[in-house]
């Protein structure tokens, strides 16, 4: 160890460092080192060094790709999932309520055109949501269908003032009634992803818990 007030210079620090990094330091010398430390206060100029310290190391690609190592493949235990979720939940959002200036709305938009259009989407299935409906599929059958589920929504069951009718095999053209199911628009906007997914799980709410219909062979659409 230095000797009091002994001050290494940048090339020393630089090589203690790399001969420290990656090295597991056990469970008593961490007990020392948190006795050591408890209590202790620094003085302003020491705090501000430390943070002009982590600005200049700790954001730098360099140190965020060392990070990003190192917990690569890193799983947390339940325990500490368990022990986060409580540090955070009275924790208020950094940005919550806060108003972007004009700018930065302006910058973030022109950021995202054109980037999620077309064949770039995740979702893009090849231009199927260009079919056009076939003409039964009206207003007045959707009232039809919305009317067997008692007017609510098939997954959430909740009323609500605007159901969508959504087709479980996504075929547009098939307009068979135990191809159609209400659904409000919070759980029709979750159909957008993984199809085969709610294919089954649609069918299942039809005959198990609406008992509404006969099994049907469902196919997915072309994607």
């Known amino acids: 160890m230095p000797a009091s007030g002994c001050h290494h210079t940048d ?3 630089r090589k ?7 090295r ?8 020392k080192l948190s006795l050591a430390n408890k209590g202790r206060n620094l ?3 020491h705090k501000a060094k430390i943070s002009q310290s982590v600005r200049e190391n700790c ?3 360099e140190f965020r790709e060392y990070l990003r190592q190192i917990n690569m493949g890193k799983k ?3 325990e500490t999932k368990r022990k986060m979720s409580v540090a955070h939940k009275e924790e208020i959002p950094w940005n919550k309520g806060r108003e972007l200036p004009s700018l930065t709305r302006l910058r973030m938009s022109l950021g995202r055109r054109g980037k999620s259009i077309g064949a770039s989407n995740p979702n893009w299935k090849g231009g199927i949501a260009a079919t ?14 919305s009317a067997v589920y008692k007017d609510k929504c098939a997954l959430c069951e909740k009323g609500r003032d605007r159901l969508h009718t959504h087709h479980i095999n996504f075929n547009k053209q098939d307009n068979m009634m135990w191809n159609l199911i209400p659904l409000c628009n919070s759980c029709h906007s ?3 992803h993984n199809r085969p997914y709610w294919i089954s799980l649609l069918e299942e709410r039809r005959i198990v818990r609406f008992d509404i219909g006969p099994a049907v062979e469902f196919s997915l659409v072309a994607t």
């Open 16 to 22: 203690l460092s790399l001969v420290a990094r990656g």
């Open 43 to 45: 003085t302003p100029e």
């Open 76 to 78: 947390c235990s339940e």
């Open 132 to 145: 056009p409906y076939s003409p039964e599929f009206d207003s007045s059958y959707k009232k039809e269908i």
């Open 24 to 31: 597991k330091v056990s469970e008593e010398t961490k007990r």
């Open 190 to 192: 979750k159909t957008n």
């Open 59 to 61: 954001n730098s690609p």
């Open 11 to 13: 090339e020393v620090k």
